[in-house]
């Protein structure tokens, strides 16, 4: 079975823009999270998707968002972007509650 | 608030040795417990889980131990080889929650 997969794997960007992440669960998977890794902040939980439906969200401003697609494709935007944002973007599928996460790859986004 | 505490950043063994990385936790409503492995610029990946009915878990050379009393949990890796060093992450979820807590990590140093 395949793992999570996520494009893209590196992205620059310049402060002002917006970005968007793309994410495919494992196949089955209907739930995906996503996080962000910082060296300050560890990983920090974004918000998480059930179903199309944003279930839980993250302490993070309104400039990060996401959406789910009906084949649980998800993806994730940041607008206005800050030097801040500059992280490591992580996201991980499950099948139901307490099972198991399992992780992409992530993508690297540098902003300049 | 950090709920899941890594206090150790860092931990060097030797070959052949046991490894033992700890965690503690701070809300009363997590249930299940996972420790992730991660090389710089990739996803973690799972390496073993436990919920809060039992008390230890196995998997081949790694065995996670909760304490749910004083709420702590620990990973023993044994024998510890080259290939296990990486960060070590501890997280934790509440029942019906696909939000993951993280800890800091702890930086696994395995000598020759």
């Known amino acids: 079975k395949a793992g999570v997969t996520q494009t893209p794997r590196y992205l620059i960007k310049t402060r002002g823009q917006q970005v968007t992440l793309s994410c495919s669960p494992i196949s089955g998977h209907r739930s995906v999270s996503w996080y962000q890794q910082t060296p300050g902040q560890g990983l920090q939980f974004l918000f998480e998707?059930?179903?199309?439906?944003?279930?839980n969200k993250g302490n993070f401003p309104g400039r990060f968002s996401g959406r789910q697609f009906s084949n649980s494709r998800s993806e994730m935007n940041v607008s206005t972007l800050e030097l801040g944002d500059s992280a490591l973007y992580l996201c991980?599928?499950?099948?139901?509650?307490?099972?198991?996460?399992?992780f992409g790859p992530g993508t690297r986004l540098l902003v300049l | 608030d950090q709920q899941v505490k890594q206090n150790s950043p860092s931990l060097s063994v030797q070959e052949g040795r046991i490894s033992i990385l700890n965690c503690d936790y701070t809300?009363?409503?997590?249930?299940?417990f996972l420790w992730y492995k991660k090389y710089p610029a990739e996803g973690p990946t799972f390496l073993i889980s436990i919920s809060s009915i039992k008390d230890k878990n196995e998997d081949g050379r790694f065995t996670v131990f909760l304490n749910k009393s004083a709420k702590h949990l620990s990973l023993h890796i044994v024998p510890s080889q080259p290939g296990d060093s990486a960060v070590y992450f501890c997280a934790a979820s509440a029942a019906n929650d696909y939000k993951l807590s993280f800890g800091a990590g702890t930086t696994v140093t395995v000598r020759a």
């Open positions: 998707y059930f179903s199309e439906t944003q279930r």
């Open positions: 991980a599928s499950s099948s139901a509650p307490q099972e198991t996460q399992y």
């Open positions: 809300n009363s409503m997590f249930d299940y």
